[in-house]
């Protein structure tokens, strides 16, 4: 089943939409989901610019880090990596995300690798 969005329809959208049929978590951690947001037009009073949200699949929690910089985002995903997977004594096994150079960047390439995470 495909659901047409109106809107795309009226505006002549080209890319297709995700389809209906995409695996979904079956425990807490199985698939995390990221994006990054920024920059932002202002900035907070102390100099944020970016924030980065965290999404769990199951649970549907989610997480949001504000950031300086896009170069804090790896950072700050390896820290709450670390920190949700003691929370849950369980180890992400996949994260969703658009494959930004903020994501493809090495040391966190090189964590997820050393994790298996996909």
């Known amino acids: 089943m495909i659901v047409t969005c109106i809107i795309n329809v009226r505006a002549k959208a080209t890319r297709k939409p995700f389809g209906v049929n995409r695996t979904r978590a079956t425990a807490p951690l199985d698939i995390l989901?990221?994006?990054?947001?920024?920059?932002?037009e202002v900035n907070t009073w102390?100099?944020?610019?970016?924030?980065?949200?965290?999404?769990?699949?199951?649970?549907?929690?989610?997480?949001?880090?504000?950031?300086?910089?896009?170069?804090?985002?790896?950072?700050?995903?390896?820290?709450?990596i670390k920190n949700i997977e003691n929370f849950w004594t369980r180890t992400v096994k996949k994260i969703r995300l658009d494959n930004g150079g903020e994501y493809v960047a090495t040391h966190f390439k090189q964590f997820c690798m050393s994790k298996g995470i996909t």
Do not use: M
């Open 33 to 40: 989901h990221t994006d990054v947001v920024g920059p932002l």
């Open 46 to 80: 102390d100099g944020f610019r970016y924030f980065v949200t965290v999404l769990d699949d199951y649970t549907h929690f989610s997480a949001t880090f504000l950031l300086r910089g896009k170069n804090e985002v790896s950072q700050a995903l390896i820290n709450y």
